[in-house]
């Protein structure tokens, strides 16, 4: 015995032509409403999956790779931020949220900061950071 079904979905859609100059597309409008430090987002994550290893929620980084969608080494830097002295976290985690423009700060320039291994190194590390002016 054979089924019948038939299945009819009302999508909007308009057809562009591909002929001829292609259109210039105007530029989407900024976002205004302000978002999170891509950093501090990164700060929280890093926080959150620790959290799920001591609960034993997942065994390891590899789970949470899998669980996340990126790779093991991803995992492995951002849990890196973990090493960062209390202050700098609380300092990442507080950071004020964007509204246009670029970053205050790059991940790349925080691993800087935690690659080194003694909490004094990275204080005066991160006030270079801040004195630089990439934290503004």
């Known amino acids: ?32 409403s302000p978002r999170p430090a891509r950093i501090a987002v990164l700060m929280a ?13 997942v065994k390891d980084y590899a789970e949470l790779a899998m669980l996340a969608g990126v790779t093991r080494a991803r995992v492995s830097q951002v849990m890196g931020l973990l090493s960062l002295a209390p202050d700098i976290q609380d300092s990442v985690l507080s950071l ?4 246009t423009g670029r970053e205050w700060i790059c991940e790349r320039a925080l691993r800087e900061v935690v690659a080194l291994s003694c909490w004094r190194g990275q204080r005066k590390m991160w006030k270079h950071v801040q004195h630089l002016g990439i934290l503004k």
């Open 1 to 32: 015995m054979k089924a019948d079904f038939k299945l009819a979905i009302r999508a909007p859609f308009v057809a562009e032509p591909n002929r001829g100059k292609p259109r210039i597309k105007e530029k989407a409008a900024e976002p205004t």
């Open 45 to 57: 994550l890093a926080i959150h999956m620790n959290q799920l290893l001591c609960e034993g929620h």
């Open 96 to 99: 004020e949220p964007m509204t």
